[in-house]
């Protein structure tokens, strides 16, 4: 018998659908065995020997991979072709390996790598086995490392200097700066005042008008500032002659995108469908365990010669011959690091279209997500579209000329496109045509806007823009971006308002005290350095325990220099106006918004000495109850510190949700109440496989002698 260990259970009903007799799948159900909770688990005295301990939730898990394991002749560890993939199979095996020791069993250990979970593409790959790859391991055990001593190290430091509760992290804590930057900006940012002149034109010849702007007066570039800048012009404008004077048409060609990265995946989800990234890397896992998607985390382009094979064919079949260029497009990654054998994000069967995959435990979410992948794959081997762009120069002569005004240029330009290309299966809606006109031609004034306008600040990231920057800065790596902007989210950090971030009073606080005293490691560039070393490990160049060391030693003694000479500081407050309800009276204490481990609340100014506190009720705007229909939606939080949504009215209405609820979403109460069954058959279900701890018998004191 052979056993295949995978890490999730979808995958391994996946792949025992695919595999005969002789096969046994099991699921380790993530990571089996990680640094304690409670300590910080690497020894730094002893080469930052890490200490592993196993997961209390996977008692009964390993217990089952270990009685199997002893009936095996063959242990195939098929976890995800990654770093984090190639750690837990490693940690599996080493499991097994101690445990069939003890049992004087020696069975075979393989390492079967594959990405995409297809009957072919595993069949392939347990035909062709290799072993774990230990530089992958090495890479996954330093970030482990390097985050655990970073998070250790630092957060008892702030929670000393700021407030109990704060925390850090290597690579979240930069990000938090990029956002803290960008609101420092704004904040800073004063606007220039500029107007902007345009003019509505009509052809003799057609009814068709088009609007040009001035671009040029009395042969100098036209930027007027103020308003008395346009006066002159404005007078002339209505009784101008004015005449095409050059028409510049020429074809433009724009190639189609490259098939998804994981980067670009969750930019196009974001822009496209307006999803976070932690949403979309959920629902992208998901499509790849029903084996519908190639892995999702790679930050390759690469194309299979079989998928480019597939993409032709299929486009040939739906497609005039036009459509689809001589040659395959091939596509190179930017990245210096992108490991080119590994595929881009595609689907693995194109002929199955969103439509067609509907169903069972695929939902709507899933076919959009599906949808935006079948479509980038299939448009990157499209030809490229083409448009007629038009360029038209418009001179306006005054009626009467004057010193302010002799002559004026105005400019516009539109385009049609002429053969969509890859944009019939991405299209962009970007067609501005422009009505036929001939040199020397004459238009005719219809009116005109002379519009004030002032210079913006730079905007708020969005899930898109931050992740872009992330990855142009080279902090962190595709598959990591999810988690990190999770994790300043739910620590309060950073606010996701109208899908912009927003830092929070104690996000500011954090990111200012961490740029003050820990400045190279609050760099860009040596935050993008440690990334590239753990890469280098990864391809074997660097040994790990070299690069978390000298990493840790001038960390280090940074850390105790801090904790003896920083001053301690204040988050800052929001003030309300309000008088406060216990000591205003006599002590004037005034109502201010303060940033607590469970979000905002109010409290008194004169806090410790007052203690009135009172909870701030957040609404979602423009959202009722789903059950109740009467009640708002309110945001409230988790004893953990996690929000979750819930109705005003309750405990009339008991309604409450992890999910934001859409505009108009309505539940019966029979849904809700097969629901609430369903969790609490959960709860009773992680209740029973919960590990019970055994409690140390209580010794009983001797009773005294008699005298």
């Known amino acids: ?318 497609f005039s011959p036009e459509y689809l260029p001589a040659q395959p497009r091939i596509f190179h990654s930017k990245s210096k690091n992108a490991q080119e054998a590994h595929e881009a994000i595609r689907v693995t069967d194109v002929s199955k279209t969103a439509k067609d995959i509907l169903g069972g435990r695929i939902t709507e979410q899933h076919v959009k997500l599906y949808d935006l992948i079948w479509r980038r794959f299939l448009a990157s081997q499209m030809s490229e579209a083409i448009y007629d762009q038009t360029s038209v120069t418009i001179s306006l002569t005054p009626e009467k000329k004057s010193a302010g005004l002799s002559e004026a240029v105005l400019k516009t330009s539109g385009s049609i496109l002429k053969f969509p290309g890859w944009r019939a299966l991405l299209p962009a809606g970007d067609d501005s045509p422009l009505p036929n006109m001939i040199v020397n031609e004459d238009l005719q004034y219809q009116q005109h806007t002379a519009e004030q306008k002032f210079t913006q600040p730079p905007a708020r990231y969005n899930d898109a823009s931050l992740v872009k920057e992330l990855e142009k800065r080279g902090i962190g790596r595709p598959s990591t971006y999810a988690s990190i902007i999770s994790v300043i989210v739910d620590r309060g950090y950073v606010e996701r308002v109208t899908k912009r971030f927003f830092a929070s009073p104690i996000g500011i606080t954090v990111a200012d005290f961490l740029q003050l005293h820990f400045p190279v490691f609050m760099e860009y560039e040596f935050t993008a350095e440690m990334e590239e070393d753990l890469d280098r490990i990864s391809r074997g160049e660097k040994e790990w325990r070299k690069v978390v060391g000298a990493f840790y030693t001038p960390f280090h003694k940074r850390i105790a220099e801090v904790t003896d000479s920083a001053d301690r500081v204040q988050v800052p407050v929001e003030k309300t106006g309000e008088i406060c309800p216990d000591c205003g009276a006599t002590e004037h204490g005034e109502i201010v918004i303060r940033s607590g481990r469970f979000g905002k609340f109010k409290s008194c100014s004169r806090f410790p000495e007052c203690k009135f506190t009172q909870n701030i009720v957040e609404k979602v705007e423009g959202v009722i109850c789903p059950l109740c229909q009467k009640g708002e939606v309110v945001i409230k939080n988790s004893r953990w510190g996690k929000s979750f949504f819930g109705c005003s009215t309750y405990p009339k209405c008991d309604w409450a949700s992890w999910k934001k609820p859409e505009v108009g979403e309505i539940m019966t109460k029979e849904e809700w109440a097969v629901q609430q069954a369903t969790r609490a058959e959960r709860r009773a279900k992680f209740a029973k496989n919960k590990p019970v701890e055994k409690k140390k018998p209580v010794k009983k004191k001797a009773a005294p002698k008699k005298a």
């Open 1 to 318: 018998m052979q056993l295949i260990i995978v890490e999730s259970p979808t995958k391994a009903r996946k792949l025992s659908g695919y595999l005969g007799k002789g096969y046994e799948v099991l699921a380790s159900v993530g990571h089996v065995r990680d640094l304690p909770k409670a300590e910080m688990g690497v020894d730094t005295e002893a080469n930052f020997e890490p200490k592993y301990v196993v997961s209390k939730d996977k008692t009964k898990v390993l217990s089952q991979l270990k009685e199997q394991a002893a009936k095996a002749d063959t242990i195939i560890l098929a976890t995800d072709p990654d770093r984090e993939g190639e750690a837990i199979a490693w940690h599996v095996q080493e499991i097994l390996l101690e445990s069939l020791k003890k049992k004087k069993l020696t069975p075979k250990f393989q390492r079967a790598s594959f990405y995409e979970i297809t009957k072919s593409a595993v069949l392939a790959a347990i035909k062709d086995p290799v072993s774990v790859n230990m530089d992958l391991v090495n890479a996954q055990q330093a970030r482990r490392i390097v985050d655990r001593l970073v998070g250790y190290e630092v957060s008892p430091v702030l929670w000393r200097k700021i407030r109990r509760g704060l925390s850090a992290g290597r690579v979240q804590s930069v990000a938090l700066l990029l956002i803290v930057e960008r609101e420092k900006e704004i904040a800073a940012f004063k606007p220039d005042e500029y107007w902007e002149v345009d003019v509505e034109l009509a052809l003799a010849s057609e009814s068709q008008h088009i609007i040009a702007r001035v671009t040029t007066i009395n042969g100098e570039k036209y930027e007027p500032k103020t308003a008395a800048d346009t006066t002159a012009l404005v007078a002339a404008i209505p009784t101008g002659a004015y005449k095409v004077t050059e028409l510049d048409k020429k074809a433009r060609k724009t190639s189609s995108y490259p098939p998804f990265s994981t980067s670009t995946l969750q930019q196009g989800a974001a822009n496209r469908l307006g999803w976070s990234s932690k949403q979309t890397m959920r629902i992208a896992q998901q499509l790849y365990e029903e084996g519908l998607i190639t892995y999702h985390r790679t930050d390759s382009f690469n194309l299979s010669t079989q998928a480019l094979g597939m993409a032709r064919e299929y486009l040939s079949k739906i």
